[in-house]
């Protein structure tokens, strides 16, 4: 069964700032990388997708992959207090036709 | 052009009782997902299911859950006997299934809410 850890935070930052969040993944066969925002109440939206070792940016949002440490991250330049939401880390689980495993995510608070 | 669509949005139900919660995924997709998020916790995936067919559902208590997805209508996630700690967020996702898996397009509900009381 595919793992994947997060800190689950939560995670505070002032208005202004980078923040990074940081998900380890346990398959090193894994693939393909999403990032999730998820307010509170409300279902996860695609912010980032990377499968690539390297950087990719999108605006303010840049995921970093790093296969050989296992790990993906997602820094947020210029945070803004919308930016406030938990962040979910997802990995690709080919068994059985292929889903979606979540970390259980971590929480940001971009304070004014 | 309507996203995937879940419903009821809340559900209220008392132990003992049944709940069913359904799902239409979205226009052209054939491949349904279920999730549970308890209380401050990730989203576990549950089953995953294709029109008339389960291929994989090891995310699934063993007793009283069980998910259909039928030639015709939507998906149905029944929780029988409802207890307590099945209180939580139910969402959907649903995908193209075209090809391999890839992860793109994957696009969740807005969920149902279950509050056992």
């Given at each position: ?12 930052v002032?208005e202004?700032?980078i923040?990074s969040?940081?998900?380890?993944y346990?398959?090193?066969g ?17 912010i ?5 070792n390297?950087?990719k ?8 992959l790093?296969?050989?440490s296992?790990y ?13 939401a ?11 036709g ?6 259980q ?8 | ?11 209220v ?18 491949h349904v ?11 576990k ?6 029109k ?12 009283r ?9 939507p998906?149905?996630l029944?929780?029988?006997?409802v207890?307590?700690?099945d209180s939580a967020?139910y ?5 193209p299934?075209?090809?391999?898996f890839s ?8 969920g149902?809410r279950?509050?056992?009381?």
């Open positions: 069964q595919k793992e994947v850890e997060q800190n689950s935070g939560p995670l505070s002032p202004g700032a923040a969040l940081n998900c380890t346990s398959d090193r894994s693939q393909s990388f999403f990032w999730y925002r998820q307010y509170s109440g409300k279902s996860p939206e695609l980032m997708f990377i499968y690539s390297g950087d940016e999108d605006g303010r949002f840049t995921a970093q790093n296969k050989a296992q993906v991250s997602l820094l947020i330049r210029d945070s803004q207090p919308s930016d406030s938990t962040y979910l880390c997802a990995v690709i689980d080919y068994n059985q292929g889903k979606l495993i979540f970390g995510g971590t929480e940001l608070s971009v304070k004014p | 052009n309507a996203g995937v669509m879940q419903n009821p949005r809340h559900l139900r008392r132990r003992g009782q049944e709940a069913r919660l359904r799902c239409s995924p979205m226009k052209g997709h054939s997902y279920w999730y549970r998020q308890l209380p401050e916790e990730g989203l995936f549950m089953v995953y299911l294709q008339e067919n389960i291929i994989d559902e090891s995310g699934m208590p063993k007793e859950f069980s998910a259909e997805f039928p030639k015709e209508g998906s149905i029944r929780i029988q006997q207890v307590r700690g967020a969402f959907c996702a649903s995908s299934g075209q090809g391999s992860g793109y397009g994957y696009t969740f509900g807005s149902t279950l509050t056992v009381v």
